[in-house]
């Protein structure tokens, strides 16, 4: 048997964030785990046209890998980068655009870590959306999936499903579309940044 990273030169993990018996949060009567799914799918749908990545997915149905599966799922596929895909929620519904959490250990001082992952990723997903491009949030410490990777990974809260105008763009298929499309440009981006290297 020969590892994925022994026959693929470019790996790359997208992730559907919740699922199953975990929706997520909500709005609208819309589950956040639909929407990151839908996210994933159409992602997918362009990255099936790339013939030089190999792409794994956490997920690409309603169910719940527990966060260990997912982080050890890309741990062991040696991949580049891992993505994943959730949305947003606060009390106050005012809150609103994209925020990108990332790990402040990962990979520090490398052409692409973490961090430069999660900021490629916020500028692209804000400039294809409209959304507030709000700020990187550094959660190594107490978030799993984040915590644990060993790789540059960038976790996307794609909008604020307790804000209307957030809300209506990310349950459209148009808004999913063009976040699916921003995640395309944000791996392009970072292959052509760790080719620099």
Not at 19 to 33: C, I, K, N
Not at 52 to 76: C, H, M, Q
Request: glycine residues 8%; charged residues 20%; contains cysteine.
């Amino acid at each position: 048997l020969i590892r994925p990273h022994e026959k693929y030169e470019n790996i790359v993990v997208i992730d559907a964030g919740h699922g199953g018996r975990d929706p997520g949060t909500s709005g609208g009567g819309v589950s956040e785990a639909s929407v990151n799914l839908a996210v994933v799918r159409y992602v997918k749908e362009l990255l099936d046209q790339q013939e030089d990545w190999k792409i794994y997915y956490t997920r690409l149905t309603n169910i719940l890998p527990d966060l260990s599966t997912r982080v050890e799922f890309a741990n062991a596929l040696h991949a580049d980068m891992l993505i994943s895909v959730h949305c947003n929620y606060n009390p106050a519904k005012s809150m609103n655009g994209v925020e990108v959490l990332y790990s402040g250990v990962q990979g520090q001082g490398d052409l692409l870590n973490s961090k430069a992952l999660a900021n490629i990723c916020s500028d692209y997903v804000s400039e294809a959306t409209g959304l507030k491009e709000r700020k990187l949030v550094e959660r190594s410490s107490n978030l799993h999936i984040i915590k644990y990777c060993t790789m540059p990974m960038a976790l996307i809260e794609f909008g604020f499903m307790s804000n209307a105008s957030d809300l209506a763009l990310i349950t459209s298929e148009a808004g999913q579309r063009q976040c699916a499309e921003a995640i395309y440009r944000s791996i392009e981006s970072a292959y052509a940044r760790m080719d620099e290297n």
